[in-house]
């Protein structure tokens, strides 16, 4: 295990389509956690789950954004009707309840 | 509601001279104070965290403290070396806050 990977590692679309991304945590890691950053900021908290439970949703999760982790170990972020402003860097993470937490390479969405 | 404050937004230091960056948080109940450098284009990278249980903890030039009456902590860097500049993160509380970086610039 190398530790937390993400797929893609960058993403263009148009414009309305639909984007998946994909997190696979470290294996023994019960929570994930979905962040976005954008140049010059922090990342921004947008959800997280213990094991398959989705247990907190940011207010700024619209909903076009919808996350799962069906079997409480790869994550989806599914994006609908992608819109220029959700171009970001889309940061997953995961730990072993609250240690070790270890953020994946990230996915960069560009949104044309 | 949860908010993480981090201060300041830019610090330049030179070469050798010591760099601080102060926290501050709003949820008394967190117990997990990490610190990231981030560098462009990278994943951010634990450089070091600490428990509610204790006030302070160093590792080599890298030291932070902890006053949780105050809700608040700090990163020290002492000694900076080039390779130091980056952007630093504080996060708080059990699904990372993470506070709005510190651009570090260490001149040579």
């Known amino acids: 295990d190398t530790g937390v990977s993400q797929d893609p590692r960058h993403k263009i679309t148009k414009r309305g389509q639909n984007v998946t991304f994909r997190c696979d945590p470290i294996?023994?890691?019960?929570?994930l956690y979905w962040y976005r950053q954008t140049l010059g900021q922090g990342p921004e908290f947008l959800t997280y789950?213990?094991?398959?439970?989705?247990?907190?949703k940011s207010r700024l999760l619209s909903d076009r954004f919808s996350a799962e982790r069906p079997k409480g170990s790869f994550s989806t972020l599914e994006i609908q009707r992608t819109e220029q402003g959700d171009s970001a860097m889309y940061l997953c993470?995961?730990?072993?309840?609250?240690?070790?937490?270890?953020f994946g390479s990230g996915t960069r969405l560009t949104v044309v | 509601g949860e908010n993480v404050e981090q201060h300041p937004s830019t610090l330049s230091v030179q070469e050798g001279d010591s760099a601080v960056i102060k926290c501050t948080y709003s949820?008394?109940?967190?117990?997990?104070f990490p610190w990231y450098k981030q560098e462009l284009g990278k994943r951010p990278q634990l450089i070091i965290d600490?428990?509610?249980?204790?006030g302070e903890k160093k590792d080599q030039r890298i030291a932070v403290t902890l006053n949780k009456t105050a809700k608040h902590f700090s990163l020290h860097i002492t000694e900076t070396q080039p390779e130091d500049s980056a952007v630093y993160f504080c996060?708080?509380?059990?699904?990372?806050?993470f506070g709005q970086g510190t651009t570090l610039q260490v001149k040579p």
């Open positions: 949820d008394s109940a967190s117990n997990y």
């Open positions: 789950f213990q094991n398959e439970a989705q247990l907190e």
């Open positions: 996060a708080a509380l059990g699904k990372l806050i």
């Open positions: 600490i428990r509610s249980n204790v």
């Open positions: 993470a995961s730990s072993l309840n609250n240690y070790g937490y270890t």
């Open positions: 294996s023994e890691h019960n929570r």
